[in-house]
């Protein structure tokens, strides 16, 4: 870090404010690049001071230099940037934009995107809808947003109808469309989309960005409790383990340590508790993460050790049954041998597969078992494990 940066980011004004009046006034291009190339180094509310300090500097006279910065993405000054560009907007400025928008980088787009939504200029409508499929994840997402503001129901009703897809992919780019938008009247689609993928963990993450987990239990606590299951799934491979802050688990784990233990709670609780003891014992999931971050994990941690584990192991087992939304997860934590036995004769080959696995693991398995599941599935390739385990 450069000097003139920790004078940016410091704390004295004597520092902070001539450096701030140089990199907008003199459209200081490296020292803006190597602010964003900081990004993932400062602490939110440093970066929520510069960004208030830069913003507090630009005026109707030197306002168009914020265009040499577009080259250089953040979310962190984004708005600021955005915002003010918007302010002080011409008919030129938007031409500006709209050229961009269509021939410049992927980091220039991204700006353009969020800047109609605040100038709601119709001719923005199909480079919207163009880079709204982008592989750039802050460009698609901003493409929604705008749409949204816009008012445009095309492509929102073509996510709707991708929310059906037989690919995995196409439905989480549905989904992370429609979390983009806005519109929480999507959520129960989302939902029930999401118990028939198998990215059920990619798209917990999404619509818990739509809505908030405690909003979903509110209206029906069986689609909360799985969403947070698939969220705990999830937690330190495909989701972050900072979603434990964005998402307020501790706050939704007391609550739930409030209500009257139930066999899907009890599921939620057990791999829940065992979940935060791996995310715990193994550096690879925190060593990065702030100290913020890890100090949430340990404290959730510590919340879970209180959950009386023998009464919540005695209710999983009901949850044993093909059409329970936590099936999966109570056959990772049951040693009940009957009832695994019971699934081998289940029309999902998934759940077949998971309930020979767990005997196996119990040492229980046994020629009749294999047999059991073998006339259970009709895929060749799943035959072929089957004889294999």
């Known amino acids: 870090m450069n000097e003139n940066l920790k004078k940016l980011t410091g704390k004295n004004p004597k520092d902070f404010e001539p450096a701030a009046y140089s990199l907008i006034n003199n459209s200081d291009t490296e020292l803006f690049a190597e602010l964003v190339q900081n990004d993932e180094f400062l602490f939110d509310f440093v970066k929520q001071n510069v960004a208030a300090r830069l913003e507090k500097v630009c005026n109707k006279s030197n306002y168009l230099n914020l265009l040499n910065f577009l080259k250089y993405y953040s979310p962190s000054y984004e708005e600021f940037i ?12 938007t031409d500006k934009m709209l050229e961009l928008f269509e021939t410049g980088t992927d980091e220039e787009k991204t700006y353009c995107a969020k800047f109609f939504s605040y100038i709601q200029d119709s001719l923005a409508l199909d480079l919207l809808k163009k880079y709204v499929r982008s592989e750039n994840s802050y460009l698609s997402a901003n493409c929604a947003a705008t749409l949204a503001v816009l008012g445009d129901r095309e492509v929102y009703n073509k996510a709707l109808e991708m929310l059906n897809s037989d690919d995995a992919f196409t439905r989480l780019d549905g989904v992370k ?75 939704f784990f ?19 508790q065992d979940k935060f003891n791996t995310l715990t014992e193994n550096d690879e999931y925190l060593f990065d993460e702030t100290k913020d971050v890890k100090q949430e994990v340990f404290d959730i941690k510590k919340l879970l050790a209180t959950v009386d584990i023998d009464r919540a192991k005695s209710l999983i087992d009901e949850e044993l049954t093909p059409d329970s939304d936590f099936v999966y997860t109570a056959l990772e934590f049951t040693k009940n041998i009957q009832k695994l036995r019971a699934l081998l004769n289940s029309i999902n080959p998934t759940i077949v597969m998971k309930s020979l696995e767990m005997l196996k693991q119990l040492d229980e398995i046994t020629t009749t078992d294999r047999q059991t599941a073998l006339n259970s599935v009709t895929d060749e390739n799943l035959k072929n494990i089957i004889l294999a385990i």
């Open 82 to 93: 955005v915002s003010t560009l918007a302010k002080y907007a011409d008919e030129d400025l």
């Open 177 to 251: 469309f429609l979390a983009a938008y806005g519109d929480k009247a999507a959520v129960p689609e989302i939902i029930k989309s999401m118990k028939t993928s198998s990215m059920s963990e990619n798209i917990a993450g999404e619509v818990l960005y739509l809505t908030e987990i405690f909003t979903v239990f509110e209206k029906n606590e069986n689609d909360a409790l799985y969403i947070l299951n698939c969220v705990i799934n999830g937690l330190g491979e495909i989701l972050p383990p900072g979603a434990v802050l964005d998402f307020g688990l501790y706050e």
């Open 254 to 272: 007391e609550l739930l340590l409030k209500e009257q233990l139930t066999s899907k709670i009890a599921v939620v609780l057990i791999n829940a």
